[in-house]
C-alpha cells in the first residue's frame, strides 16, 4: 500500500510536468494514486470496506491538501455527466472523470488546478483514488 506521502509526491511530481501538446483544449494529467482488487466474486461486505479505505485515504489527502492550499471546492460530476448526456460540451478530462468519479476536491494552485476523487467505473471494477491536473476548465 501506498502512503499519504508517496501521494503527495505524486501529485508534486505531476504538478511540475509540462502537459502534452494537444491540438484542441487544455492540457491536462490523470493518474491514479491507488487501485485496488476487482469485485468480480466479492460479496458486498468487502466492496463496502474497500470503499470506506479509499473514501479514508481520500479524507487524508483533503486535509493535508488544505493545510496546504486552503480549502477545496467541492465539483459534483453528476452534474457534469448530466450536462454531458444532453450533449452539451464538457472539458476534458471532466468529460471522461464524470462517468466513474462522483465528485472532485479542487484547488486552484499556480494558474492549474488539482482535483482528488475515488471513482470506481463499475460494479465489479477496481476502485480508484486518483489525481487530475488541469490548466483551465475546472476550479
Known amino acids: ?3 499519504t506521502a508517496d501521494h503527495l509526491a ?3 511530481a505531476l504538478r511540475a510536468r509540462d502537459f502534452p501538446a494537444q491540438r484542441r483544449g487544455p492540457g491536462f494529467h490523470v493518474a491514479d ?3 485496488s482488487e476487482d469485485f468480480w ?3 458486498l461486505t468487502r466492496v463496502e470496506e ?3 479505505e479509499f473514501e479514508a485515504e481520500l479524507g487524508v489527502l483533503v486535509q493535508v491538501l488544505t493545510l496546504r492550499w486552503g480549502d477545496p471546492r467541492v465539483l459534483d460530476l453528476a452534474d457534469v455527466l448530466e450536462r454531458s448526456a444532453m450533449g452539451e460540451p464538457v472539458p ?3 468529460d471522461d472523470l464524470c462517468g466513474y468519479v462522483p465528485e472532485l476536491y479542487v484547488w486552484r494552485v499556480d494558474g492549474r488546478w488539482v482535483g482528488l476523487g475515488v471513482g470506481q467505473g463499475d460494479r465489479e471494477l477496481p476502485f ?3 489525481v487530475a491536473i488541469g ?3 475546472v476550479g
Open 41 to 43: 466474486d466479492a460479496d
Open 128 to 130: 480508484q483514488l486518483l
Open 92 to 94: 476534458p478530462p471532466l
Open 50 to 52: 474497500v470503499l470506506e
Open 33 to 35: 494514486l491507488r487501485v
Open 1 to 3: 500500500m501506498t502512503s
Open 10 to 12: 505524486t501529485i508534486d
Open 135 to 137: 490548466e483551465s476548465g
